[in-house]
């Protein structure tokens, strides 16, 4: 990751510029502060808002892809039975006071996944995908930085160098360019229509579609 973040920087301001290359910035890129994120949902209105993270589909998907840990478990539970959910297995580990690690919830985490009507185990590319989708939605909406999300999904799916889906490996690609800020002398992210358009593309996708194998909007 270094060494590709160190060779864009050697391709887009060689001599330490203002401007990428010798050449002026391109007018379609955006420079976000990394503190400021912008909601984009009047470029993308046809694009659903963020799924409640108080849903047991995202608390099981979020689980299984390795996007909360087994000790987080207990208290997203009560917070799940606080907002209106209740399953035996649910009430269970909201009281648990034993859980540690992943090992710890499985078991539980298997019964309230069934319980819900979810297929046991439930699939990690399927999870993966909910997971992504929740992500470009929250980035959609305005809540998550676009470049925060690269990250994200950096997580959920690991170093694999390449998803079985478009739209993910694009985010992956472009969301790690920079450009120079000659003002604070320092390079910072870039937001460009081509990583919006497919954080909007991965946010749409219906549920259905998150199932299909890799998640087939792409």
Same mark, same amino acid.
């Given at each position: 990751? =270094?060494?590709?973040? =160190? ?17 002026? @910035?391109? @007018? ?5 502060? +990394? ?17 409640? #993270? ?9 689980? /299984? ?13 009560? *917070? ?9 297995? +649910?009430?269970? =580990? ?7 690690? *992943? ?35 929250? /980035? ?13 999904? *950096?997580? /959920?799916?690991?170093?694999? !160098? ?21 003002? #604070? ?5 870039? /937001? *460009?229509?081509? =990583? +919006?358009?497919?954080?909007?593309? +991965? @946010? ?7 199932? @299909?194998?890799?998640?087939?909007? !792409?």
């Amino acid at each position: 990751m =270094l060494n590709r973040f =160190l060779r864009r920087i050697a391709r887009s301001n060689p001599r330490g510029d203002s401007e990428l290359g010798g050449a002026s @910035a391109p @007018a379609e890129i955006v420079e976000l502060r +990394l503190s400021e994120p912008r909601p984009w949902v009047g470029k993308y209105p046809e694009i659903p808002p963020p799924e409640s #993270e108080l849903s047991l589909q995202m608390f099981v998907a979020r689980f /299984v892809c390795g996007d909360i840990h087994g000790e987080d478990t207990a208290a997203i539970a009560l *917070d799940l039975l606080e907002a209106g959910y209740d399953t035996p297995s +649910l009430r269970r =580990l909201a009281g648990e006071t034993q859980v540690h690690c *992943d090992r710890d919830a499985v078991e539980l985490m298997e019964r309230i996944t069934k319980e819900a009507g979810f297929p046991v185990p439930f699939p990690v590319q399927q999870a993966r995908m909910l997971v992504s989708r929740q992500i470009a939605r929250l /980035v959609i909406a305005g809540e998550r930085e676009p470049w925060r999300a690269v990250g994200d999904l *950096d997580s /959920v799916w690991g170093w694999y !160098s390449e998803v079985n889906n478009g739209d993910v490996n694009t985010i992956r690609r472009l969301g790690h360019d920079f450009v120079w800020d000659q003002e #604070e002398q320092r390079f910072r992210p870039v /937001v *460009d229509a081509d =990583l +919006l358009d497919s954080f909007a593309r +991965l @946010a749409k996708l219906t549920d259905e579609e998150c199932v @299909a194998p890799g998640g087939m909007r !792409s």
